[in-house]
């Protein structure tokens, strides 16, 4: 059974930075798509970012430019850099895995980022 445990989330203030990693275990990491969600209070979960085992990269426009999506495959970990961290850029961040031939998905149980000064 695929488990995604996310960490490095925290109280940042706004033009700061945060990394977030997210360790996958329970298959083989390299056949899924790694992606980073977010949900906000009292909004939906949207798309932070998206990368496939070749590395090939897809970004929400909001985060463009300031957020970088990567992943080891060696170490089985995506990561999530976030600079100039804006305070709607506070959610609820969730790691996500996708079997890129069955569909098959699976979360994180999420991590906090709250950005204020």
């Known amino acids: 059974q695929v488990q995604l445990v996310e960490s490095g989330g925290g109280l940042v203030q706004p033009g700061g930075s945060l990394r977030l990693s997210c360790v996958f275990s329970?298959?083989?990491?390299?056949?899924?798509?790694m992606g980073w969600y977010r949900q906000a209070p009292g909004k939906q979960r949207e798309l932070v970012a998206t990368?496939?085992?070749?590395?090939?990269?897809k970004y929400a426009d909001s985060v463009k430019g300031r957020i970088t999506i990567s992943r080891d495959n060696a170490k089985n970990t995506v990561y999530l850099q976030m600079n100039s961290l804006k305070p709607e850029d506070t959610a609820v961040y969730y790691c996500?895995?996708?079997?890129?031939?069955?569909?098959?998905?699976?979360w994180g149980q999420g991590t906090q980022v709250t950005v204020s000064s």
């Open positions: 996500h895995a996708r079997h890129i031939v069955a569909g098959l998905n699976y």
């Open positions: 329970g298959s083989i990491f390299s056949i899924y798509e």
């Open positions: 990368i496939t085992g070749g590395a090939s990269t």
